[in-house]
């Protein structure tokens, strides 16, 4: 079916990422700040255009470094001796991610300035923001989260076992969400039923443990249970 194919794809896709992320510390750290300056430019309360300027910028670094990493990968197919010409390749690779990072730490001192200086002078008052964005920027909390987890762990596929279970933590990160937006008990009441269904549907294929779920359940509850208690 066009759908499962679009399921197996995506699943492929994803383990890519998770095979860079366990195998290059680089892009771990880009991981970390990625989730990191999300949350600032949140706390600071930029605009939606510098956030999405921001956000573009954090895709640009992690988009080099996995290029990077398929480059290396490739040339050390191509060329297990070690050349010369091979060395320049992988030079090449590893200074376009250089420049892109040093422009993004560039963009981002060019935007973040300003709210910084505000800061130091002020004091730090948390930027409060609509449910629904909340609920944006937590789903991609939890999922960067489950992605670094899994990497640490190097065990599973991103759709398919480890620690945690990435649709565990999704579904209930979205059961909160639901919760605060909604603020309607039996709304809250239908997507936790939901969320647990897929949950358990995890341990009953067999596709994770009884702990991964339940880890991975806390884990998209309670990040999106804070953030909404931080930003609402």
């Given amino acids: 079916m066009p759908f499962r194919q679009w399921v197996k794809s995506a699943n492929f896709a994803i383990e890519g990422i998770l095979h860079a992320a366990k195998t290059q510390r680089h892009l771990r750290y880009h ?3 990625a989730a990191a300056v999300l949350l600032v430019s949140y706390i600071l309360g930029v605009s939606r255009t510098e956030f999405l300027i921001i956000a573009l910028s954090v895709i640009a670094v992690l988009l080099a ?3 990077n990493t398929a480059i ?3 040339v050390d197919i191509v060329s297990p001796e070690h050349s010369e010409r091979a ?11 250089f420049v892109t990072a040093f422009g993004v730490a560039v963009v981002g001192y060019i935007i973040l300035s300003p709210y910084m200086r505000d800061f130091f002078q002020k004091g730090l008052h948390i930027t409060k923001h609509s449910e629904e964005e909340i609920a944006i920027i937590a789903f991609v909390i939890v999922l960067i989260l489950v992605v670094i987890t899994k990497a640490y762990f190097g065990k599973g596929h991103p759709l398919r076992g480890g620690m945690p279970s990435g649709h565990a933590a999704l579904a209930f990160s979205v059961w909160v969400a639901i919760t605060y937006i909604t603020e309607n008990f039996v709304a809250s009441l239908l997507c936790f039923i939901l969320a647990l269904i897929i949950a358990q549907s995890r341990v009953i294929t067999k596709v994770h443990t009884s702990w ?5 359940s806390l884990m998209g509850a309670s990040a999106t249970f804070l953030l909404f208690r931080i930003f609402s």
């Avoid at 991964?212 to 991975?216: H, Y």
């Fill in 31 to 33: 991981f970390y700040s």
């Fill in 65 to 67: 470094e996995m290029i």
């Fill in 72 to 74: 290396e990968a490739i």
């Fill in 87 to 97: 060395r320049v390749i992988k030079d090449i690779a590893a200074g376009a991610v």
């Fill in 212 to 216: 991964e779920v339940i880890l991975g």
